[in-house]
């Protein structure tokens, strides 16, 4: 029996009037107009959702929106959601696909992604796929789709993939095939300028230049970090000292959406290093003793660049590292508990 589609995963949510004007941003999302795929790869909080909603709202290009989560593992309910996108848009496009997704069984990969190569090259005029949330799909079939989808030197589709974690791509050689433009967390970080127009925005009282600044640098320009410290504290004076006061909220949210949906030898890894201002393979090697068998210090700490999971690299070579302040408060404190 055919499912039912949840049509509100094929809207963008609304740009709110409290947005942060990010001009420099939107500028390299138009760079390379004719590529045909944009990365936007940052941990939970850091904004990428919205700035695409935003750069969407701005662009003469027809787009289409798809949001997925676990339940679109499965390549025909995947594919369904694209197909419906794309046909709110091109009422007539995909229909060889529509058919084939009909069928009790799909055909084979190669033939399947064929069929979808074909009909992408078939739509009216070009257009921007979106896949928000993309961190979700793990299923083989689709990442080999996709992959091969972003081969097509001439594809009238410029994919836009959102993701907690970098996708499963060749990246390093679509980066120079394509021009790939890529925008993570070092870009998506606030500037001080921006926290503030940020802050005397959503926040009811006055604050000094100052005090917006310290908090910034506390949060290591992390969106929600600023969002979930307001939202705490609304009531009173945002101040360094009053942070303190709504860490609370912005540990459970590490917690909930960053640390307990890590494999149980990264949550080892992360915690027995929790302690530490700075760390690299070397050093974690003395200090990590893992209860999960066959993990490896260097398969976790390639695990965490890859998830971008709040860690900075210090260095050009990416030696050392240290935690987001609030990520290792985080970490600090369930380390101590258990």
């Given at each position: 029996?055919?499912?039912?589609?949840?049509?509100?995963k094929?809207?963008?949510?609304l740009?709110?009037?409290?947005?942060?004007?990010r001009?420099?941003?939107?500028?390299?999302?138009?760079?390379?107009?004719?590529?045909?795929f944009?990365?936007?790869?940052?941990?939970?909080?850091?904004?990428?959702?919205t700035?695409?909603s935003?750069?969407?709202?701005k662009q003469?290009?027809t787009?289409?929106?798809?949001?997925l989560?676990?339940?679109?593992?499965?390549?025909?309910?995947f594919?369904?959601?694209i197909?419906?996108?794309?046909?709110?848009i091109?009422?007539?496009?995909?229909?060889?696909?529509?058919?084939?997704?009909?069928?009790?069984?799909?055909?084979s990969?190669?033939?399947?992604t064929?069929i979808?190569?074909?009909?992408?090259?078939?739509l009216?005029?070009?257009?921007l796929?979106?896949?928000?949330?993309?961190h979700a799909?793990?299923?083989?079939?689709?990442?080999?789709?996709?992959e091969?989808?972003?081969?097509?030197?001439?594809?009238?589709?410029?994919?836009?993939?959102?993701?907690?974690?970098?996708?499963l791509?060749p990246?390093?050689r679509?980066r120079?095939?394509?021009?790939?433009?890529e925008?993570?967390?070092?870009e998506l970080r606030?500037?001080?300028q921006?926290?503030?127009?940020?802050?005397?925005?959503?926040?009811?009282?006055?604050?000094?230049?100052?005090?917006?600044?310290?908090?910034n640098h506390?949060?290591?320009?992390?969106?929600?970090?600023?969002?979930?410290?307001?939202l705490?504290?609304?009531?009173?004076?945002l101040?360094?000292d009053?942070?303190?006061?709504?860490?609370d909220?912005i540990?459970n949210?590490?917690?909930?959406?960053v640390?307990?949906?890590?494999?149980?030898?990264?949550?080892?890894?992360?915690?027995?290093?929790?302690?530490?201002?700075?760390?690299?393979a070397?050093?974690c090697?003395?200090l990590?003793?893992?209860?999960?068998?066959?993990?490896s210090?260097?398969?976790?700490?390639a695990?965490l660049?890859q998830?971008?999971l709040?860690?900075i690299?210090l260095?050009?070579g990416?030696?050392w590292?240290?935690?987001n302040?609030l990520?290792?408060?985080?970490?600090?404190?369930k380390?101590?508990?258990?």
């Open positions: 029996m055919e499912s039912t589609l949840i049509l509100a094929l809207h963008p949510p740009v709110s009037s409290e947005l942060i004007e001009p420099a941003l939107i500028q390299l999302l138009n760079l390379n107009p004719k590529r045909n944009t990365l936007v790869s940052a941990p939970a909080g850091y904004g990428k959702t700035l695409i935003s750069w969407l709202v003469e290009t787009y289409a929106w798809v949001s989560d676990d339940f679109d593992n499965d390549p025909t309910v594919l369904r959601y197909v419906t996108a794309i046909q709110q091109f009422p007539e496009a995909c229909s060889d696909l529509a058919q084939v997704l009909q069928a009790p069984d799909l055909p990969t190669d033939l399947l064929a979808v190569i074909n009909e992408l090259s078939q009216p005029e070009p257009m796929l979106v896949l928000d949330d993309y799909i793990h299923n083989k079939q689709i990442l080999h789709l996709i091969r989808l972003l081969n097509q030197p001439q594809n009238r589709v410029h994919l836009v993939i959102i993701s907690r974690i970098d996708p791509l990246l390093p679509l120079l095939q394509q021009g790939l433009v925008i993570r967390r070092q606030l500037s001080d921006e926290a503030e127009a940020f802050l005397q925005t959503t926040s009811a009282r006055h604050l000094d230049s100052d005090t917006i600044i310290g908090l506390h949060v290591d320009g992390w969106v929600a970090g600023l969002l979930l410290a307001v705490s504290r609304q009531k009173l004076d101040t360094l009053s942070l303190g006061k709504a860490q909220f540990i949210y590490l917690f909930t959406e640390l307990i949906q890590q494999p149980p030898e990264v949550q080892e890894f992360l915690l027995q290093t929790a302690f530490v201002d700075r760390f690299c070397d050093l090697r003395d990590v003793q893992f209860s999960v068998k066959g993990a210090v260097l398969s976790v700490i695990h660049q998830a971008n709040f860690i690299p260095d050009d990416a030696y590292y240290r935690y302040h990520f290792q408060q985080m970490l600090q404190q380390a101590a508990t258990r």
